[in-house]
Nanobody
Framework: QVQLVESGGGLVQAGGSVRLSCAAS????????MAWFRQAPGKEREFVAGISRIGGRTYYADSVKGRFTISRDNAKNTVYLQMNSLKPEDTAVYYC?????????????????WGQGTQVTVSS
């Protein structure tokens, strides 16, 4: 079992920046592929960014590539999402997720553990 707790969300103006954190605890968090997903009102949950177990490989949704950066500090059991050049369409609840098999998936259904989410609202 892995427990995930997100923090860092809030209200930001378009063009601004926010950094989200995901603190992991429980069974060897460093052994999991980690990812961020988001869900806007009335929309399905969508993949945002993922990072491999050691952190050597990162992958992004096209909509955030070049603006968002995912990273992890396994010594602190924390994953980060640095979000720059934010747009109103980035407004959503952002979720941290962990996946056990290391497949670097973009599909939410394959992730085993989820945080409670943190709201990010981008005003125009």
């Amino acid at each position: 079992q892995v427990q995930l707790v997100e923090s860092g969300g809030g209200l930001v103006q378009a063009g601004g920046s926010v950094r989200l954190s995901c603190a992991a605890s429980g069974r060897t968090p460093g052994a999991y592929t980690m990812a961020w997903f988001r869900q806007a009102p009335g929309k399905e949950r969508e993949f945002v960014a993922g990072i491999s177990r050691i952190g050597g490989r990162t992958y992004y949704a096209d909509s955030v590539k070049g603006r968002f950066t995912i990273s992890r500090d396994n010594a602190k059991n924390t994953v980060y999402l640095q979000m720059n050049s934010l747009k109103p369409e980035d407004t959503a609840v952002y979720y941290c997720a962990a996946e056990e098999t290391g497949t670097s998936s973009r599909s939410a259904i394959l992730y085993d553990y989820w945080g409670q989410g943190t709201q990010v609202t981008v005003s125009s």
